[in-house]
T-cell receptor
């Protein structure tokens, strides 16, 4: 079974630009969550999507947004990039049938210059 | 407000000995806990979990203990192997029986080094 895939793996942007990251969950998984990992803050929850609806949201500004498509694939968008947005962005998928474990992708490393 | 804390940034252990990684939490609503292992340039990999209705869960060399009154959990690895060297994260879920189980709150991680 293929794992969670994220594209692109690496990205360099400049301040003020916007970026879109993509996540393809494990086949059959209906829930997709996004996390930001930085050295200072660790792993922080961004949001979770289930059946194309945002079900949970973390404490991030409105510049961070996401969506989920009917095939469960998800994208997250960050507008007006700031230097502090440089991080590893991780996507995780789960069956969403209960407190299931989440399976993480390898992440997208974003560098904002 | 760090609701899940791993107070030891690093731990060094000899191969064959026991590794004990600790995690404390403050949110009484957490009712499901997980441990993840992470290698550089990879996403976290699930290791073991425990529901708040249990105090112990075992899977091979890995055992997780939960002390709800102390709001403390620990991961024991016996025996430790050099391949276990990685960053270990504990994570918690609140209201796991509802719709919040997609939201994990992570600790800062502990770097485990197992020496041959």
């Amino acid at each position: 079974k293929a794992g969670v895939t994220q594209t692109p793996r690496y990205l360099i942007k400049t301040r003020g630009q916007q970026v879109t990251l993509s996540c393809s969950p494990i086949s059959g998984h209906r829930s997709v969550s996004w996390y930001q990992q930085t050295p200072g803050q660790g792993l922080q929850f961004l949001f979770e999507y289930f059946s194309e609806t945002q079900r949970n949201k973390g404490n991030f500004p409105g510049r961070f947004s996401g969506r989920q498509f009917s095939n469960s694939r998800s994208e997250m968008n960050v507008s007006t990039l700031e230097l502090g947005d440089s991080a590893l962005y991780l996507c995780a998928s789960s069956l969403a049938l209960g407190p299931e474990t989440q399976y993480f992708g390898p992440g997208t490393r974003l560098l904002v210059l | 407000d760090q609701q899940v804390k791993q107070n030891s940034p690093s731990l060094s252990v000899q191969e064959g000995r026991i590794s004990i990684l600790n995690c404390d939490y403050t949110n009484s609503m957490f009712d499901y806990f997980l441990w993840y292992k992470k290698y550089p340039a990879e996403g976290p990999t699930f290791l073991i979990s425990i529901s708040s209705i249990k105090d112990k869960n075992e899977d091979g060399r890995f055992t997780v203990f939960l002390n709800k009154s102390a709001k403390h959990l620990s991961l024991h690895i016996v025996p430790s192997q050099p391949g276990d060297s990685a960053v270990y994260f504990c994570a918690a879920v609140a209201n796991a029986g509802g719709t919040s189980y997609g939201k994990l709150t992570f600790g800062q991680g502990t770097i485990l080094t197992v020496h041959p």
